[in-house]
């Protein structure tokens, strides 16, 4: 469970999704993924299945009155034993590849389980046994709700969104290294045209897109502890260029990395939120 408070408006971050169910229950947000905006508030939910980068902001938020939400870790085994149990016809079927990221609005269903939930916390004694039972409740109505096949097809092993689930953890546990697109889709088991395209609907980016963002992410974490080295940031995630490097920072970031990286080093990089 995760657990989200926010006091100021429009001030962006970068971090990794995670997959993960996260609830507003006070305040708005802007999520970017690519070229896709995804905008959310008290009342909806967000559906995170796949681990992807990506950039947001509250923008309703402040001292006075936080920005809060909910989170909650979706686990594809868990997934893959409710489907199981559920009668047929009770989860929806996906109809092609589904985006990586979806909002609908909360049932009361839903809300009433995840403040259920919460409230476990001022009962530790009832947490081993309760909150296995309303996490499935939580999973069961996210399955069985506008987003369920997307959450469904995280506890199928063929799936999709599986297939690029896979291609997606080893492009970020190699993000240092070029590569063929042609090797990855064979990877994934797939044709590479059907790999272009499942990928593109799930993450709204190319594999060679999604690999620079994780490089872009991952320099900017190293230069608010190292800006001295700009070259040698750009050079440990994979850059032989330095100014490639600059030029594609610049373009994501909107300033050089030098200059980003005294703005780094005298407030701190900005705090990733607990939930997306």
């Given at each position: 469970?995760l657990?989200?408070?926010?006091?100021?408006?429009y001030q962006?971050?970068?971090?990794?999704?995670?997959?993960?169910?996260?609830?507003i229950a006070q305040?708005?947000?802007t999520?970017?993924?690519?070229?896709?905006?995804?905008?959310?508030?008290?009342g909806?939910?967000?559906?995170?299945?796949?681990?992807?980068?990506?950039?947001?902001?509250y923008?309703e938020a402040?001292r006075?009155?936080?920005?809060?939400?909910?989170?909650?870790?979706?686990?594809?085994?868990?997934?893959?034993e409710?489907?199981?149990?559920?009668?047929?016809?009770?989860?929806p079927?996906?109809g092609?590849t589904?985006?990586?990221?979806?909002?609908?609005?909360?049932?009361?269903?839903?809300?009433?389980?995840?403040?259920?939930?919460?409230?476990?916390?001022?009962?530790?004694?009832?947490?081993?046994v309760?909150?296995?039972?309303?996490t499935?409740?939580?999973?069961?109505?996210l399955v069985?709700?506008p987003q369920g096949?997307?959450?469904?097809q995280?506890?199928?092993a063929?799936?999709?969104l599986?297939?690029?689930?896979r291609?997606?953890?080893?492009?970020?546990?190699?993000y240092r290294?070029?590569f063929r697109?042609e090797?990855v889709?064979?990877?994934?088991?797939?044709?590479?045209?059907?790999?272009?395209?499942a990928f593109?609907?799930?993450?709204?980016?190319?594999?060679?897109?999604f690999?620079?963002?994780?490089?872009?992410?991952?320099?900017?974490?190293?230069?608010?502890?190292?800006?001295?080295?700009?070259?040698?940031?750009?050079?440990?995630?994979?850059?032989d260029?330095p100014?490639q490097f600059?030029?594609?920072?610049?373009?994501?970031?909107?300033?050089?990395?030098?200059?980003?990286s005294?703005?780094?080093?005298?407030?701190?990089?900005?705090?990733a939120?607990?939930?997306?």
């Open positions: 469970v657990i989200g408070r926010a006091e100021q408006a962006n971050s970068s971090a990794m999704s995670g997959t993960v169910l996260a609830l305040g708005a947000k999520l970017a993924l690519g070229d896709r905006v995804y905008e959310y508030r008290a909806q939910y967000l559906v995170a299945s796949v681990d992807l980068p990506v950039t947001g902001h923008t402040s006075e009155v936080p920005a809060l939400g909910f989170g909650l870790v979706l686990q594809p085994a868990a997934i893959a409710l489907l199981l149990t559920a009668p047929a016809g009770a989860v079927r996906a092609g589904p985006s990586a990221l979806a909002v609908s609005d909360a049932p009361v269903a839903l809300v009433d389980a995840a403040v259920r939930l919460l409230r476990l916390l001022d009962q530790p004694r009832d947490i081993p309760l909150a296995p039972l309303i499935r409740e939580i999973l069961w109505r069985t709700g096949a997307t959450v469904g995280l506890g199928l063929d799936s999709s599986t297939h690029v689930a291609a997606v953890r080893w492009i970020r546990d190699h290294e070029s697109v090797e889709a064979r990877m994934s088991g797939m044709s590479v045209s059907a790999f272009h395209r593109q609907a799930v993450t709204a980016m190319s594999p060679i897109q690999q620079k963002q994780l490089r872009l992410q991952q320099a900017r974490l190293l230069l608010a502890t190292r800006g001295h080295d700009v070259t040698g940031v750009g050079h440990r995630v994979g850059y260029s100014s600059s030029r594609e920072y610049r373009r994501q970031f909107g300033v050089p990395p030098s200059q980003d005294v703005h780094l080093r005298d407030a701190g990089p900005a705090p939120p607990a939930v997306p």
